[in-house]
């Protein structure tokens, strides 16, 4: 499955963004879906995860309370949205696609190419 994410920009602290990722080559109803992050000078880590269904997600702590993961599966879509961003969220922001939401948290699968995410202070 190829991955295309969008939405990142620059956004004052306390803001919000919303970013998506479109999904094409594979039947995208059969992967759990997931975003992950990467600060400079730090490895990539977890952000949030759902099921093919929509209906099961978890996500890192912290991020709990101010990010949303979504999907559209007609669209082939999901979407995070994030809220009470601060400058520790600033990071490059990946999608990604596996075959569960523990192999997606795991960091096995299929990848974007990433958004930039930069909060200011």
């Known amino acids: 499955v190829q991955l295309v994410e969008s939405g990142g920009g620059l956004v004052q602290a306390g803001g919000s963004l919303r970013l998506s990722c479109a999904a094409s080559?594979?039947?995208?109803?059969?992967?759990?879906m997931g975003w992950f992050r990467q600060a400079p000078g730090k490895e990539r880590e977890f952000v949030a995860v759902?099921?093919?269904?929509?209906?099961?997600?978890d996500y890192a702590d912290s991020v709990k309370g101010r990010f949303t993961i979504s999907r559209d599966n007609a669209k082939n879509a999901i979407a995070l949205q994030m809220n009470s961003l601060t400058p520790e969220d600033t990071a490059v922001y990946y999608c990604?696609?596996?075959?569960?939401?523990?192999?997606?948290?795991?960091?096995?699968?299929?990848w974007g190419q990433g958004t930039q995410v930069t909060v200011s202070s």
């Open positions: 080559g594979r039947t995208f109803s059969d992967y759990a």
């Open positions: 990604a696609a596996a075959i569960s939401m523990a192999t997606v948290k795991s960091g096995i699968g299929s």
């Open positions: 759902i099921d093919w269904t929509g209906g099961n997600t």
